[in-house]
């Protein structure tokens, strides 16, 4: 804009009665000059070479109206420039140096703001990460080539890699050790990677809580016999309840062919302080009932696992004997089609766990709880998932010795008693003492609550129908206001 209207002052003064008077002029060096007053000017640019340069000291354009093209502004880097300008702030983004802050006992390499800047974000493309539509043969050769390099192109500080959406194809896995890492998508449907190898797709040691990991938004497809683990973490045995643990959100862990392939595993996290496992969707293989969505080895404390969704499965929620997984919070998920729903198995007395507002359609038992005290089980739905031909003795919620104090409190149990092989419980308790069972609606049973658990109070439990004994050996407890309606 400057230009425009310099030229246009240059006209006018062209075409002024006499330099004295002119408002702006060239003198005889070239140089424009504007008319401050009578015999004081001001330079305002030059003209050379058939070309106006505007070097004006100050400019400053003022109105709503004002408009101007500065696509082409440029300034070079100069360390020497004054502080705050332009070229000196270009220049300290290449050279300035800092060491990351990743936590006790990790190291980080001085690097270059500019480098620090773009570490946190890295384009799957820019990895040498290949997607496809049809022919994928070159992008599954270019992105397990991209693999064998991938942890050199991650800096100490990490990254998180964005696929775009596409069919990303790999045979080999992700093996990364202390790295901050993520894999980020553009939503499940959408930007999907589909595994042919044999092993994990992402295999993940570190060696300290302090590093971050995020997976969220894609579809993981399972597209071999071999598929084993899709996200695999081993972290160390400690604790830190100020780090945030790995996030898994948004995730669909599925088949290309649910008739021939599945994840044998979907998350199996070792370590996994303050795991978070929200809003993802497991698919496992046809009447195979062989695969499980979520393990939790020992100190994957406390896990958040929320609004799940797990189909055709044998464990939706698993931690294996002697994992010490204390207070769990699993929240609002669906299983549907399984042999368990929940199974912590043999806690070592790893107290707590809330078990609230799930749905699951399990064959064998819906919760199963062992040797965890102080745990709540509440307005969860428990069915009873069986056929024809094959049948299994059915518990809506089994709680092994050693489970005492556990709450269990407004829950529905329907068992579909005579319909397949085998019986249907509502609640077993086996050894322990100083629980409660209330507020249960029972339908369609063999039994009621059934065991040796010493129960402290049972009471206000609803028998609708079909329910042939509804206390079977209970050991000492208060009964009361229990209600048999038809």
Not at 17 to 40: E, I, K, N, W
Not at 122 to 134: I, N
Not at 397 to 406: C, F, Q, R
């Amino acid at each position: 804009m400057i230009r425009f209207v310099v030229a246009a002052l240059l006209a006018l003064a062209a075409a002024w009665p006499a330099a004295a008077q002119q408002p702006v002029f060239l003198d005889a060096a070239g140089v424009a000059r504007m008319r401050v007053t009578g015999t004081s000017t001001v330079p305002i640019g030059r003209w050379q070479g058939g070309q106006y340069t505007a070097t004006s000291d100050a400019v400053e354009i003022r109105g709503s109206g004002s408009t101007g093209d500065v696509s082409r502004m440029s300034a070079p880097p100069d360390p020497g420039a004054p502080l705050n300008t332009l070229s000196r702030l270009l220049a300290d983004r290449q050279t300035t140096t800092y060491t990351p802050d990743l936590g006790p006992g990790i190291v980080g390499a001085p690097r270059s703001v500019a480098e620090a800047l773009d570490a946190g974000y890295l384009d799957a493309g820019a990895l040498g990460f290949r997607s496809c539509l049809t022919d994928c043969a070159a992008a599954r050769a270019a992105n397990d080539a991209a693999l064998a390099s991938l942890s050199s192109k991650l800096s100490d500080v990490g990254g998180t890699i964005f696929l775009r959406r596409g069919i990303w194809p790999f045979t080999q896995d992700f093996n990364l050790t202390d790295k901050h890492f993520g894999v980020v998508g553009e939503g499940g449907g959408r930007t999907i990677i589909r595994y042919e190898g044999t092993g994990n797709l992402f295999n993940i040691t570190q060696s300290s809580l302090y590093y971050r990991l995020e997976f969220r938004d894609f579809t993981a497809m399972a597209a071999s016999t071999g598929a084993n683990t899709t996200i695999k973490i081993v972290r160390p045995l400690g604790n830190s309840s100020t780090q945030a643990g790995p996030n898994i959100r948004n995730v669909e862990f599925v088949p290309t062919d649910p008739t021939k392939y599945q994840w044998q595993t979907g998350i199996d996290c070792l370590g996994c302080w303050n795991l978070n496992v929200t809003e993802n969707l497991f698919v496992g293989k046809d009447n195979a009932f062989s695969a499980d969505f979520l393990i939790l080895r020992d100190k994957s404390t406390p896990p958040t696992i929320v609004n799940n969704k797990v189909f055709s499965a044998n464990r939706a929620v698993y931690a294996p004997p002697g994992a010490f997984v204390e207070g769990p919070i699993i929240v609002a998920n669906q299983f549907v089609g399984v042999n368990y729903g929940i199974f912590l198995d043999n806690a070592n007395n790893a107290p707590g766990a809330q078990i609230i507002g799930n749905h699951i359609n399990a064959y064998k038992a819906g919760i199963v709880s062992i040797a965890r005290p102080q745990v709540m089980i509440a307005k969860n739905l428990l069915y009873r998932y069986g056929s024809e031909t094959t049948g299994f003795d059915w518990n809506g919620i089994y709680l092994g010795a050693a489970s005492s104090d556990a709450s269990i409190e407004d829950n529905s149990f329907y068992g579909y008693k005579g319909q397949y092989p085998g019986g249907a419980t509502a609640v077993t308790g086996v050894n322990s003492t100083a629980g409660s069972v209330f507020g249960g609606m029972m339908a369609d049973l063999n039994y009621g609550i059934v065991g040796s658990q010493n129960w402290a109070v049972v009471y206000d439990n609803v028998k609708t129908r079909n329910v042939t004994t509804f206390d079977y050996q209970l050991g000492a407890g208060s009964y009361r206001g229990n209600v048999w309606a038809f």
